[in-house]
């Protein structure tokens, strides 16, 4: 099964309309809605809320202020990594202080949604405003307004070094020096977050539903906030319609709905709204880069030197400050042996809406700086852009390969996945076919590789991560050999009950149709960790192949009985179990096994009286099912083996395999109106095994779309006063299908070691890899013109003006 293009299993359900998203849950519920108030400035103090208005309309149940929260916690922040200087945590609701356009101030809890929506219109909140600061760099002035009292706005430095970077700056032939940024996105999923809570006070019981990305995470958050009893929540997180990073952050909305159906005696639900998930939702990337490059004349890399200053928006929330501080800080070489190395990362609050993961987080940002100072070598030195790469790869033979800033890269030949991606595209053959149309040709190439799978548990401390870096899985053979797999990752659109059915359907060598995935639900699964960082496949698909080749073995042993041989010598195809020739080690272990069923025939006999039926032996072969049947029976099976087919394993890798890639895309660019048009995209994508070829190519086609819609039209900027630029998708501008080319996509293979599939990540690749090659692509097209950078997103704006200034 596996390396099959199996379509998906679960899309037949969803396309039909029998989905079970928490929106759907609700609407057959009579839970009461709840509503949020947000602040509509970046900062000011709360100098009086006034709710009666609020509390006398029709339909309102309860008004929830600060004042209603004694002894609820906040916000954690699951990241905190050395350098950590002060963690500020978000309330639940705003107290004393806003300090973002879109902090929730208030909740209404009414029978429907319009009544608990003019309640909230009703609500009188008397602000006193304070100047915000809108900029990580102006965060950083002396005199810089502070958002929290009474430190400054760094919350964070960390610094990490290998080599010696000021000697090879002493000795470099060609110094480069850019600037660059990373633009602030606002992740979009298609079904926004919705919550729905409903509490028992007969047995003290919570059943929360979340749309979430880390059921058991988010319910020992929920359990911590609240001080409810973890035993008594069951945390549920049914069909999920996308995350990228976005679900893995906790937020107030389930701190409020839960505490609502606890003080009201109902279920309560909330459901977001486009605006809500624009402003209320954590934005990703946001950084300031300052790289600096020395090189030898013939284009080899010597050092790299470079200074990240991060966004973390108003509060340190979920894993806001690790992901510059770790995911980026230490990923800045890419796939390059670049020996001397320094990273420095400054992470900042501003008045804005805190940041977090969003798809590859912290690999995009680290991605975009290491190629645009590679492109930028190959013009100093009028190299071939994917010359320049080759003559630094980390080749083959130095894997694993330490980088200076500590991650390992674990396997790869870079080369020879940038040369299949050059014979797929024909940069020379693009540019003549392309060269007539009057407008600007370029192309772009970029490389990536992204260390991913988060591990092992005992490294997690190391960095300040508050997560365990191990995933479980649960692996259930029933009497009839049909089977439930019970995994404690999460999809939220990847197709997991296909891919994770494959790994256990390939193990036990029975149709996909007889495996059954069951995932989000606390009550059922053991302890999980959760969906980010590509870690399904790696972490979880190996716990499901571990557990799923333990409950075989046990099978082998059953059938080993009736097969009369070692259970070596079982041999298991098409369902059924048989035995290899015997040996003179198997005829020997053949008379001890008769020796074994006269001796429990006579125990049995004298403890009671009855006579043991004997069990047919010399078998010529033993179908699955009965093997299965008899493990439950326990009938007929070895001395010592315990009943049952239910193995659950965690497994915790030794380290985190490293996925790669090449992206070269050609563009279009017409200077009087600044259009880009993408006119091909090749892939080269490399993560070790393909569990579903299918699939991966639609992690693939979504994750370029994404990272096409950063260097191109996504911004989720902020005005002057705070108050964000985008409140609608009137306003933030997602790529649509007309917008993309027909991505072509092809693989290298190089299985990792650090798991028994030898599969790496695969979901957040190509978000990494578009946006370099796309914005290289654009800036070869416009430097013949002059223009050396443009700030993404790369708008028609912004290209034009680019070119007038060059002009």
Known sequence: ??????????????????????????????????????????????????????????????????????????????????????????????????????????????????????????????????????????????????????????????????????????????????????????????????????????????????????????????????????????????????????????????????????????????????????????????????????????????????????????????????????????????????????????????????????????HPEATCLIERMVDELAMELQLDPAEARQRNFVPPEKMPHKLPTGFTLDSGNYADNLDAALSAFDIESFRKAHGSSGRRIGVGIATYSETSGAAPSMGMAAVGFRRAGHESARVVMHPDARVTVFSGAHSHGQGHATTLAQIAADALQIPLSAVEVVQGDTSVIPFGTGTYNSRTMAVGGSAVHRAAWRIREKLARIAAVKLQCLPKEVVYAEGTFTARRRGLRGRAFLALRRLEDRVKARVFNRITGLDLPGGVRGRQAVPLAEAAREAHLAHDVPLGLVPGLDETEFFDPKDMPASYGTHIVGVEVEPRTGHVGILKHVIVDDCGQVINPLLVAGQIHGGAAQGIGQALMEDAGYAPDGTPGATSLMDYALPRATDLPDFEISHTVTPTKLNPLGAKGAGEGATIGAPPAVVNAVLDALRPLGVRDIRMPLTPERVWQAVRDAE
């Not at 609020?54 to 990594?81: F, H, K, N, S, Y």
């Not at 979430?212 to 958050?221: D, E, F, T």
């Open 1 to 362: 099964m596996i390396g099959r293009k199996v379509p998906r299993v679960e899309d037949d359900r969803l396309l039909r309309g029998k989905s079970r998203f928490v929106a759907d849950l609700a609407a057959r519920t009579d839970a009461l809605c709840v509503a949020i108030l947000r602040s509509p400035h970046a900062h000011a103090e709360i100098e009086r809320i006034d709710d009666d208005a609020a509390r006398q309309m029709d339909g309102v149940e309860a008004v929830l202020t600060d004042r209603d929260l004694e002894g609820i916690g906040t916000l954690p922040c699951d990241w905190a990594p050395p350098g950590m200087l002060w963690e500020v945590q978000h309330p639940v609701l705003a107290s004393g202080t806003v300090c973002y356009a879109g902090q929730p101030v208030a909740a209404i809890v009414a029978r429907t949604r319009a009544q608990a929506r003019d309640a909230v219109a009703a609500m009188d909140v008397r602000y006193k405003l304070l100047e915000p600061v809108l900029d990580q760099e102006a965060a950083l002035e002396l005199g810089a307004p502070k958002v929290h009292e009474p430190g400054d706005n760094v919350a964070l430095r960390k610094r990490r070094a290998g080599g010696d970077y000021e000697r090879a700056r002493r000795s470099a032939q060609i110094v480069i020096a850019r600037r660059l940024t990373n633009n602030r996105l606002a992740p979009s999923p298609l079904e926004g977050r919705a919550v729905l809570s409903d509490y028992d006070p007969v047995t003290h019981s919570l059943t929360h539903h979340s749309s979430s990305q880390l059921p058991h995470v988010h319910a020992r958050a929920l359990s911590d906030c609240l001080g409810f009893p973890a035993h008594r929540l069951r945390f549920v997180s049914p069909d999920v319609g996308g995350g990228f990073g976005a679900k893995l952050g906790f937020y107030a909305e389930d701190v409020i709905v839960a505490l609502a159906a606890m003080r009201t005696g109902r279920a309560c639900a909330w459901i977001e709204s486009r605006s809500d998930t624009l402003v209320g939702t954590t934005h990703g990337r946001d950084h300031v880069q300052y790289a600096e490059l020395t090189a030898t004349r013939n284009g080899r890399i010597t050092g790299l030197k470079t200074r990240i200053v991060a966004d973390l928006g108003a509060f340190a929330m979920g894993m806001g400050p690790g992901i510059p501080a770790i995911n980026a800080g230490l990923s800045v070489t890419g796939p390059y042996d670049i020996p001397n190395v320094v990273s420095e990362v400054t992470a900042v609050y501003t008045n804005r809406m805190p940041t977090g993961p969003y798809r590859g987080a912290g």
